[in-house]
């Protein structure tokens, strides 16, 4: 603990020497704990950028969420735009390079916010990027996500096929039989794939990472904590809402759920609140985005997995399939389940501020 403290006090007086004269907001204590710097040193006073930044800033810099989701939103739109003018929608053959540029538009709305807007003493603390210390917190939490989030999707499909939502099909796994590959493979026992592709989930999830990370320092790395002055739950709801407004451009071509109208938004802005709320209790529990990389990740992988153990004519319903997996119904309980545990626990309370070890953060609101 001792040398975590020391490293952090050394990070915190690096920061402070590189913020220059740049409009700055956490800049490293609450006001009660400030200093002024301008008259000579007091012994035994520690100067006050040694306090690490706190968890909850002193305002929303609401200019900075505008710029920020006007910004977002417009370039999702922008990346999307080729699908739409083509007419092709999602048979595009670049969705994938269109969805990856979507991604990252978060990225690059956060980037500007920072720079350009609103910026904070530091950055990378700002957005949850570093430092990951204490380690044991971001590692445990990072494999909590990892590994948790992997099973929630398979846990939703077999609940959704439990409720009558969706068709499954265990013993010849029809669904994972009509995929092109396999079908180039007969001699490959079905059930082996499903088993190797299940236990290759977490590394499947390090790759998609990639991707998902595009994201996440958009919506949990920079949105959640400028606007978590207005209480932890104002600001998990708020910043889901947001991000499930932000997928409109896919979810208005058939997305998800099969609808090409405000039923297919309104059902992915309950989705997003969901796992919003998990990401970001991550989040705000870790001072870290790394476990919401990972978490995003793990749910992208396994929502794909978990279609291997449908039937095969229940791929052809986009609607029931969205209706009934990970992302609707089946789903929702779940995440639901999740947190009211976390709320009864208190988790949601136990907030913490980057590179400060877990009891040296503040309760939630």
């Not at 007086?13 to 200093?35: F, H, L």
């Not at 990639?210 to 958009?218: D, Q, R, S």
Request: proline share 7%.
């Amino acid at each position: 603990m001792n040398g975590n403290a020391q490293q952090d006090r050394d990070g915190s007086a690096e920061e402070a020497a590189g913020a220059g004269g740049a409009p700055a907001y956490g800049t490293g204590a609450a006001p009660a704990e400030r200093a002024d710097t301008g008259g000579p040193a007091v012994e035994g006073v520690a100067p006050a950028a040694a306090v690490p930044e706190p968890v909850v800033l002193p305002a929303v810099p609401w200019r900075a969420v505008v710029v920020f989701v006007v910004l977002a939103f417009g370039l999702a739109w922008a990346a999307c735009s080729p699908m739409w003018i083509s007419g092709q929608g999602l048979q595009d053959p670049r969705f994938g390079l269109w969805t990856i540029l979507m991604m990252y538009t978060p990225t690059v709305a956060a980037l500007v916010a920072v720079f350009l807007v609103h910026r904070p003493r530091s950055v990378p603390r700002l957005l949850g990027l570093w430092p990951l210390r204490p380690r044991g917190r971001t590692i445990g939490f990072c494999l909590l996500a990892l590994f948790g989030l992997c099973a929630l999707p398979l846990l939703a499909i077999l609940l959704g096929g439990a409720l009558g939502l969706v068709q499954l099909d265990l013993q010849n796994l029809s669904g994972m039989a009509q995929s092109p590959i396999l079908q180039s493979a007969q001699d490959v026992p079905l059930q082996l794939v499903l088993i190797i592709s299940i236990a290759a989930l977490p590394v499947n999830s390090l790759v998609s990472a990639l991707a998902t990370l595009g994201e996440e320092i958009g919506w949990r790395g920079w949105l959640l904590p400028n606007l978590r002055s207005l209480g932890t739950w104002p600001a998990l709801l708020l910043s889901g809402v947001i991000w499930g407004v932000w997928h409109a451009p896919l979810i208005l071509l058939g997305y998800n759920f099969g609808y090409t109208d405000l039923r297919g938004v309104g059902l992915m802005i309950v989705f997003c609140v969901f796992v919003g709320i998990l990401l970001g209790w991550l989040r705000l529990r870790t001072a870290t985005v790394w476990p919401c990389v990972l978490g995003h990740a793990a749910i992208n992988s396994a929502s794909s997995v978990s279609l291997m153990l449908l039937s095969a004519s229940e791929l052809k319903d986009v609607q029931a399939l969205g209706m009934g997996s990970f992302l609707g119904i089946p789903g929702w309980i779940l995440m639901a389940v999740v947190i009211v545990v976390l709320v009864l626990t208190g988790q949601l309370r136990k907030q913490v501020r980057a590179g400060v070890p877990t009891g040296a953060g503040v309760s939630g609101q």
